[in-house]
Each structure stands twice: as structure tokens, then as C-alpha cells.
């Protein structure tokens, strides 16, 4: 299986300051399509995860503009341009490039 | 609107069973894989297992830690689809989601709301 590997797990940010998450896979996560098959996800305290990210940079319908990813091949990057209080939970990657799906350990963001 | 609502969670005692339930409604069931996934209180997320469309011949795959004791199924006629549990152990502890993923883009961007399971004597 490809293992996701997140850093840092634990980020305490200053509101209104950036923030970014970083996620590397065991091996590349190109798909034979020519696509990237990365996602990022929010989960905040008592609620179900909610994907805020598809291949690698597109963002899903309703999330802020201050969140994006980047990335290529084995490494990926989630970012926040200014944390708010409401961006507190654990982000979790996950890829299904390859079989089966694969997530992150998580990185929990708290404000300082 | 997109929803997937869950039910059926609750004790069981080790070595017992639980059929946990995902009604679906606001998209192509049918047409649609819906995988499980689970966590363990204050950890990370664990695929468990996926059921294909009948045009993909309702194919069933799981993780290593559930095969042989779990198995999804699925009825389109009432759009849901459900996860047999049997043979728990205390491990299998966790609150399980149901997901949609009906494209490689649309893959896993609505889940359930989850459903705890508690095995414990």
C-alpha cells in the first residue's frame, strides 16, 4: 500500500497568519490518466471529514479561497494564507492514485 | 442536496455482530460506489471497504484488518447500502462513515455522519 506520510502532526498557528501542511507519498501518485489523485480534508472537532481539495489544487464548492494545494508526484502541500478560528480541526490527505485508498495520520491545527 | 444518512451503530459484545445502514438521497445511487471508512476515538481514518455499481457487478473489496468479517452490500430499490459486521473484536471500536464516490473526481466529497461502534463485554 502507498503510505502517506503528513508533517508536521500537530501545528499551532497565530490567527490571521499562514499556515501549511505537508504530505508525501511512497511513491508517485501520477495516474496512468495523467492525473494526480490527492485530496485534502477538514475535520473539525465532532464532525464528519469534508473534502476542501481534489487533484491536488482544485477546491471544492464553498471552501474559502484562502485554502490551496500544490504539489507533484510524492510531494504535496496544503496551505491556509490566514488562519481563522474556524480552520481548527485535523487535515488529512489521501490518495487513490493507486489501490487501495490511502489517508494521512493527520496534522491538527490549533491556535495559539 | 447530497445526503447519506446513517444508522444502526451501538454496543455489541466481542465476537457479536451489527449491521450498520447508509440511505442515500440527491444523487445517482445506482450509479455511485460507496465505500466505509472508520476512526478509532482521537485517531486518524481507515478504509474498510468498497461496493461497486451493478454495471461494475456490485464488486466488494476490503481491508485486510475486516476480510472474511465484514461485508458491504447494497440495495438500489431503496438506495442504501449496508456493512455486516460479525465476528467483532474490541479493535473494531470506531465511528464508521459511508462515502460517496461516484467519479474519480467526485470521489469520496460527501460522506455519512457517522455511526459509533462500541465493542465491549
Known amino acids: 500500500d502507498v503510505v502517506m506520510t503528513q508533517s508536521p502532526l500537530s501545528l499551532p498557528v497565530t490567527l490571521g497568519q499562514p499556515a501549511s501542511i505537508s504530505c508525501r507519498s511512497s511513491?508517485?501518485?501520477?495516474?496512468?490518466?495523467?492525473?494526480?489523485?490527492l485530496n485534502w480534508f477538514q475535520q473539525r472537532p465532532g464532525q464528519s471529514p469534508r473534502r476542501l481539495i481534489y487533484?491536488?489544487?482544485n477546491r471544492d464548492s464553498g471552501v474559502p479561497d484562502r485554502f490551496s494545494g500544490s504539489g507533484s508526484g510524492t510531494a504535496f502541500t496544503l496551505k491556509i494564507s490566514r488562519v481563522e478560528a474556524e480552520d481548527v480541526g485535523v487535515y488529512y490527505c489521501?490518495?487513490?492514485?493507486?489501490?487501495?485508498?490511502?489517508f494521512g495520520q493527520g496534522t491538527k491545527v490549533e491556535i495559539k | 442536496e447530497v445526503q447519506l444518512v446513517q444508522s444502526g451503530g451501538g454496543l455489541v459484545q466481542p465476537g457479536g455482530s451489527l449491521k450498520l445502514s447508509c440511505a442515500a438521497s440527491?444523487?445517482?445511487?445506482?450509479?455511485?460506489?460507496i465505500h466505509w471508512v472508520r476512526q478509532a476515538s482521537g485517531k486518524g481514518l481507515e478504509w474498510v471497504g468498497r461496493?461497486?455499481?451493478?454495471?461494475?457487478?456490485?464488486?466488494?473489496a476490503y481491508a485486510a484488518s475486516v476480510e472474511g468479517r465484514f461485508t458491504i452490500s447494497r440495495d438500489d430499490s431503496i438506495n442504501t447500502a449496508y456493512l455486516q459486521m460479525n465476528s467483532l473484536k474490541t479493535d473494531d471500536t470506531a465511528v464508521y462513515y459511508c462515502?460517496?464516490?461516484?467519479?474519480?473526481?467526485?470521489?469520496?466529497?460527501?460522506w455519512g455522519q457517522g455511526t459509533l461502534v462500541t465493542v465491549s463485554s
Open positions: 487533484t491536488v489544487s
Open positions: 489521501l490518495q487513490h492514485t493507486h489501490w487501495p485508498p490511502t
Open positions: 511513491q508517485s501518485l501520477v495516474h496512468s490518466d495523467g492525473n494526480t489523485y
Open positions: 461496493i461497486r455499481s451493478k454495471a461494475n457487478n456490485y464488486a466488494t
Open positions: 440527491g444523487f445517482t445511487f445506482s450509479g455511485s460506489t
Open positions: 462515502i460517496r464516490d461516484s467519479s474519480w473526481l467526485m470521489f469520496f466529497d460527501y
